[in-house]
């Protein structure tokens, strides 16, 4: 076992997407990790966010390690908490004659080609010794064998792509970085904008604040080691059926 302890994880902690759960996927991880120093990265800049990436923006990747290495502190902890499921120009699909090229291309790109990218763009960072948590919010939606309503052809299919892509990294990064350890993690349906179109489908009880999302999200990723990277989780530690 290494570093399941919160308290021992000394550093920098990026995270990126400061929406409903990743801001408060960043007051936890303050709180609960009181000796990281805790970075959010976001398409507003400061003072919305300490970095400004567009995580769609190769340029903006490209400069990531050099804007986190000016921190002068270790990277111990990436989580990924953007995503898109809805927009202006963005629904998702009830049925196959609203499935067109453009929203399939936007789901894939923010929903799974990001997040292998931004992995990417950090790992110069790595060092071979020390425990690392590379984290992506998933969905239970994205799970192929669970998916049993079928619609939401894009978001599902992207998030599907987004676990494939990771597990993949975590293959690769148990041999090259063997102390980094892969989450890919879902958050619950949680109260945030992504959410809300959708909300009328769910029972109070089973809608999370923010808040609560990202204790539990912070709990389960603390606790994985890098002997269990790769694997797709739900907010209550719960192994997914991929
Ligand atoms: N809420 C739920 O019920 C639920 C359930 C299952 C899974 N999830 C997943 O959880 C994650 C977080 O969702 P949320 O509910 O917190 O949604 P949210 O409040 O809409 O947050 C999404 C965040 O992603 C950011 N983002 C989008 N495109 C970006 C880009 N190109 N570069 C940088 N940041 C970008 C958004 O920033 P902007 O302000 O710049 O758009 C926003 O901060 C998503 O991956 C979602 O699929 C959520």
Redesign the pocket.
Known sequence: MVEAASTTWVGLALV???????SAVAAELERTCPDLNVLT????GPPASSLQ?????DTDLNQLSSSLRAEGLPLRLVF??????HGPELQPEKRLQQVERSPLEQQFG??AI?PILLAKAIEPLLVRDQPFHFA??????GSIGDNRTGGWYG?RAA?AAQNQLLRSLSIEWARRWPMATVSLL??????????RPFQSFVAPDKLFS?KR?ARQLVEVLLEQTPDQSGAFLAWDGQSIDW
Do not use: M
Not at 41 to 44: I, L
Not at 80 to 85: A, I, K, Q, S, V
Not at 186 to 195: I, K, V, Y
């Open positions: 990126v997407g400061p929406g409903g759960i990743g990265a976001g398409r507003h990436l567009d995580i769609e923006n990924n908490c953007t995503g898109r499921l923010i929903n990001a992506s919010l998933s969905a239970r939606v978001y998030k879902h958050p619950g349906t949680t109260d945030t904008n992504l959410s923010p999302a």
